[in-house]
């Protein structure tokens, strides 16, 4: 499986933009880059994802470096509910490669 | 919709007991997938249906685990016999095709 590497925390504070990191230089040409957070006592929800360009959501924009090695997840204005754990995961979209590998991710706080 | 539904949320059982979760999946989403939380392995895939048709289950532990989706809107994940060590937070979730997952709420799975 084609792996993402990310910090283990980042501290934000409320109404303030956040960036999160992820590395994939392994990645394949197939490969998507998608997000899923975690919120306290959930299960994981979807975020965003891209192929190559940049991507923007309600939620979130994804920007995705030009060699596709790295990307950043940006939440333009934190809110307390964004306190989270963050992944980054790399996806196919045929058979065996369309699975969610989850890491460790980013724990994301966010003080008032 | 009512999102991927779980139950039930808490379930307390002495080792050796049979455990049976259960799922039931977004209205017409053909992927149905069961994962496993700790603090120790993070978010494990443990088996994926595909049109009630188990895909890939290697990540199902052991014999001791079992997966059935007999139709489309439900599923069940089996321990027999329970051991402490399968103490966890057991996730559903489904997907539309090779789409966004979809989590249910988790089964919280403790075994003493």
């Known amino acids: 499986d084609a792996k993402t590497t990310q910090p283990n925390s980042m501290e934000s504070n409320e109404e303030e933009p956040v960036h999160l990191p992820c590395n994939h230089s392994t990645i394949s040409g197939t490969d998507y880059i998608h997000w899923y957070r975690q919120l306290p006592s959930q299960g994981p929800e979807y975020v965003i994802h891209g192929l190559t360009s940049n991507v923007n959501n309600r939620m979130a924009s994804l920007a995705i470096a030009e060699d596709r090695k790295s990307s950043t997840l940006i939440l333009h204005r934190a809110t307390l509910r964004d306190a989270a754990v963050y992944y980054c995961?790399?996806?196919?979209?045929?058979?065996?490669?369309?699975?969610?590998?989850f890491g460790k991710g980013i724990t994301l706080s966010v003080r008032p | 919709d009512a999102g991927v539904i779980q139950s039930p949320r808490h379930e307390v059982t002495e080792m050796g007991q049979e455990v049976t979760l259960r799922c039931k999946p977004i209205?017409?989403?053909?992927?149905l997938f069961w994962y496993r939380q700790t603090m120790m392995r993070g978010l494990e895939l443990l088996i994926y249906?595909?049109?009630?048709?188990?895909?890939?289950d290697s990540g199902m532990p052991e014999d001791r685990f079992s997966a059935k989706m007999p139709n489309a809107s439900f599923s069940t994940l089996k321990i027999q016999p329970s051991e402490p060590r399968d103490s966890a937070v057991y996730f559903c979730?489904?997907?539309?095709?090779?789409?966004?997952?979809?989590f249910g709420p988790g089964t919280r799975l403790t075994v003493t």
């Open positions: 209205s017409g989403h053909d992927y």
């Open positions: 995961i790399l996806r196919g979209n045929t058979g065996a490669n369309s699975k969610l590998t």
């Open positions: 979730a489904s997907s539309f095709r090779v789409g966004e997952q979809y």
């Open positions: 249906f595909n049109n009630n048709v188990p895909i890939d």
